[in-house]
């Protein structure tokens, strides 16, 4: 009996040691990942680069900075999973995985991604010590912690060696330079941005442009020359709309020799495939590839999606971002030149105004605000927007809150809403000496549609979905329901076109927007939270929500 033991020991032994030396030799982020990570559906089974060939690169990369601007289902978050265990197993270093919320994406990346991970793994299971904490997981003397974009506080004080930033172009834009101080005072460091993209110059894409730009290269079975698969050049739809037949006729083809590449042979043709940089003069490695390429996605829906995107901005959208991979801009998502002109009028900024008169100020280095006079047209409507249209007094800047005193009593205020944050404690002494006559606004979810959820009277704030107010506000320019003077100051302009509508669906299909910003965009939130005044200031004395109806 002791002889068994002693031998059940020693093979123990044997065994940890074994394991521990062919961990240390394993140098590479794929090799790691070929060793230890064991996948699910589509491709069940120990880790493969068969059908992803692109991403062994991506695991290997050193460079300090890695961009990832791509399609959707391309396996770059398995990509970014697998270098974090990679930096956590091997390199001891602890790793920051931020999403662009804390709830509910830390929670669903617990549940879908990593978790799953652990449980097909029995090295990643023996790995990770402590994985209670959603936000925190515990690996030895390294650690996984799991951060939401939108919080400043959550991402001070840890100091890691390799930042995951998953879904960039969904995140607080400003947050992202506070991430990135967690690595400053590392020897060794890495940062991989991910996301696909939304509109040219703007997220994900920002960064690509000042990358290496590297795109994925293969030799064509046809005529043997290096190429790529770019859209629409290497599509071939044959189909009219999303009932056509002929959608299963769709093709992929050689955009050098106009020869056919079957679908069902790219795991041959691709898998000697290179990464070809546009630059070879940059330190931070981008890397672009579609779904042309995927394995999973056939022709044909890559065809019914351009088909779609004919119809509904929706789909256009999606086609461009999550299929391609590419910046888009769906026409008419923003501002232009012309509707500013269709909106001028023969006067200039004015001194002061008459009537009903709202203020809206955007806080930043500089107080951005406008202020609007307010006529009620002869429309038979219960919505005061539709009823009421501005006309703007003026526009500027000042620097101190108390500057903002002397505008409410020159213009005479009516009704005055400001930016809650990022100075709440100046913003709330402002609202306290024109109690009443203030507000101090959040966006949120907190209220829907073009309802305002008003709080306490001590607290003088209110909650409003920022993408239903912006509409609005912003879309006044594009119905010519605003008039402004001749003499608008440029900066006004460039911030109200700064302001991009793209589009979405939700999980139910349902059409879903939301703004992003391609530049400094304080006077269009001005814009906006001086149209929000307006239901409130007509509602004076009411403490029950506001829905923007008289």
């Known amino acids: 009996m002791a002889i068994k033991i002693e031998h059940s020991l020693l093979t123990q032994i044997r065994e940890r040691i074994s394991s521990g030396l062919k961990r240390k030799a394993i140098t590479k982020c794929s090799s790691w990942s070929e060793q230890y990570r064991i996948m699910g559906q589509p491709f069940p089974g120990k880790w493969t680069f068969k059908h992803h060939p692109w991403l062994r690169d991506m695991h290997d990369c050193t460079a300090e900075l890695v961009i990832g601007q791509k399609s959707a ?290 806080v930043g280095k500089f107080l951005h605000y406008e202020i609007d006079s307010w006529s009620v047209n002869n429309v038979a409507s219960t919505d005061l927007s539709i009823m009421a249209r501005p006309h703007m007094i003026t526009e500027g800047t000042v620097v101190d809150f108390e500057e903002l005193d002397i505008l409410m009593k020159r213009y005479n205020i009516s009704f005055c809403v400001i930016d809650a944050n990022p100075e709440r404690r100046k913003a709330s002494e402002f609202a306290r000496r024109f109690r009443g006559r203030v507000r101090m606004c959040f966006y949120g979810s907190a209220a829907k549609g073009k309802e305002i959820t008003v709080h306490t009277e001590d607290e003088a704030t209110i909650t409003v979905d920022r993408t239903s107010w912006l509409d609005l506000s912003i879309g006044r320019f594009k119905n010519a329901s605003i008039t402004v003077p001749k003499d608008l100051s440029l900066e006004y302009k460039k911030h109200i076109k700064a302001l991009v509508r793209i589009y979405e669906k939700d999980s139910l299909g349902n059409h879903v927007g939301r703004y992003v910003n391609s530049g400094d965009d304080h006077f269009g939130h001005a814009r906006n939270y001086a149209e929000i005044a307006l239901p409130l200031g007509a509602q004076l004395g009411q403490s029950q929500n506001v829905s923007g109806v008289m």
């Open 73 to 362: 289902q391309m396996g770059f978050t398995e990509t970014a999973l697998n270098k974090v265990f990679f930096n956590i197993d091997i390199k001891g270093v602890s790793c920051l995985y931020i999403l662009p919320s804390e709830k509910p994406d830390a929670s669903d990346f617990s549940t879908s991604r990593f978790d799953p991970a652990l449980d097909a793994s029995d090295h990643l299971r023996n790995l990770f010590s402590d994985v209670r904490n959603i936000g925190h997981k515990r690996a030895g003397t390294a650690n996984l912690f799991v951060r939401g974009s939108r919080s400043r506080s959550q991402m001070k004080s840890i100091p890691v060696g390799y930042i995951t930033y998953d879904e960039l172009d969904e995140m607080q834009q400003e947050n992202i330079s506070l991430a990135h101080e967690r690595v400053s005072g590392q020897l060794e460091h890495q940062e991989f941005m991910l996301s696909t993209p939304t509109i040219q110059g703007v997220g994900i894409n920002k960064y690509f442009i000042n990358s290496t730009q590297n795109h994925f290269f293969f030799k064509c079975p046809c005529c043997g020359q290096l190429t790529e698969l770019i859209f629409p050049d290497c599509l071939r739809i044959f189909a009219d709309h999303e009932n056509d037949k002929r959608l299963n006729d769709t093709l992929l083809v050689c955009k050098e020799c106009d020869g056919v590449l079957h679908h069902e042979d790219k795991i041959n043709f691709l898998k000697e495939g290179i990464w070809v940089p546009s630059y070879t003069d940059r330190d931070s490695v981008g890397y672009y590839v579609n779904q042309l390429y995927s394995m999973t996605v056939k022709p044909k829906e890559i065809a019914l999606s351009y088909i779609r995107a004919q119809f509904d901005p929706s789909d256009e959208q999606e086609l461009y971002n999550s299929k391609l991979g590419i910046p888009h801009e769906v026409k008419g998502a923003r501002v232009a030149d012309a509707d500013f002109n269709n909106c001028e009028k023969d006067y200039v900024k004015a001194d002061g105004g008459k009537g009903f008169i709202t203020m809206g100020v955007d």
